[in-house]
């Protein structure tokens, strides 16, 4: 059963344009949602996060929305680049104790065309 | 501030074999995950160790064991490998309560 759920496995944008990656979630108890890319041969960077208490974080280029009523976030970046272009994986994490495992979706090929 | 390192980066096993991969945390982290990623999938969580003590497993075997050192690097063990152990295997090193967790490169696993 996958409770965080990333169902575009690739997108391809311009140079320039914005590049939206969305991502959904089952489980309530996740209070805490991050974003991460990955290079082919590196480990996951992080790149933004948002509370469970949030609607919207910005960093840059970078913004996380968050719909709580409909599970759902999405990362907007604007302007996409071809640096850009990488796996993004959405990742949650569940509330409580010193325990902070994530949950991965399966992630989104983000191809970014000059 | 050095970040996490992973060693080594590939590795080709047999099968029923054993292995050790080591992982050093980013400095200041105390809280050590270890993930591993078959291909076309997303990270999935193996344990996690605070203070030297397992303090959280996903859905893997006890055929796959760790440990945590007093200077929060760490080490995960997998016995009798089988073909499906292939992956990549990835450390994360965070503080609790950090939003963030510092991913290494991870070790690429083969097992034949």
């Known amino acids: 059963d996958q409770q965080v759920k990333q169902n575009s496995p690739s997108l391809s944008v311009q140079e320039g344009r914005i590049s939206i990656l969305n991502c959904d979630y089952t489980?309530?108890?996740?209070?805490?949602f991050l974003w991460y890319k990955k290079y082919p041969a590196e480990g996951p960077t992080f790149l933004i996060s948002?509370?469970?208490?949030?609607d919207k974080n910005e960093d840059g280029r970078f913004t996380v929305f968050l719909n709580k009523s409909a599970k759902h976030l999405s990362l907007h970046i604007v302007p996409s680049q071809p640096g850009d272009s990488a796996v993004y994986f959405c990742?949650?994490?569940?509330?409580?104790?010193?325990?902070?495992?994530?949950?991965f979706g399966k992630g989104t090929l983000l191809t970014v065309n000059p | 501030e050095t970040g996490v390192t992973q060693s080594p980066t590939h590795l080709i096993k047999t099968r029923g074999q054993q292995v050790t991969l080591r992982c050093s945390s980013q400095?200041?982290?105390?809280?050590v995950s270890w993930y591993q990623q078959a291909l076309g999938q997303g990270p999935q969580f193996i344990f996690q160790?605070?203070?030297?003590?397992?303090?959280g497993r996903g859905n893997f075997p006890p055929r796959f064991s760790g440990l945590q050192f007093p200077n929060y690097s760490s080490e995960l063990n997998v016995n009798a490998l089988e073909l499906d152990d292939s992956a990549l295997y990835l450390c994360?090193?965070?503080?609790?309560?950090?939003?963030?967790?510092?991913f290494g490169s991870g070790t690429r696993l083969t097992v034949v």
């Open positions: 948002i509370s469970s208490i949030k």
């Open positions: 400095s200041g982290h105390n809280t």
């Open positions: 160790y605070y203070r030297e003590e397992e303090n």
């Open positions: 994360a090193s965070s503080f609790p309560g950090a939003g963030g967790y510092t």
């Open positions: 990742a949650a994490r569940v509330r409580g104790g010193s325990n902070y495992k994530l949950t």
């Open positions: 489980n309530s108890m996740f209070d805490y």
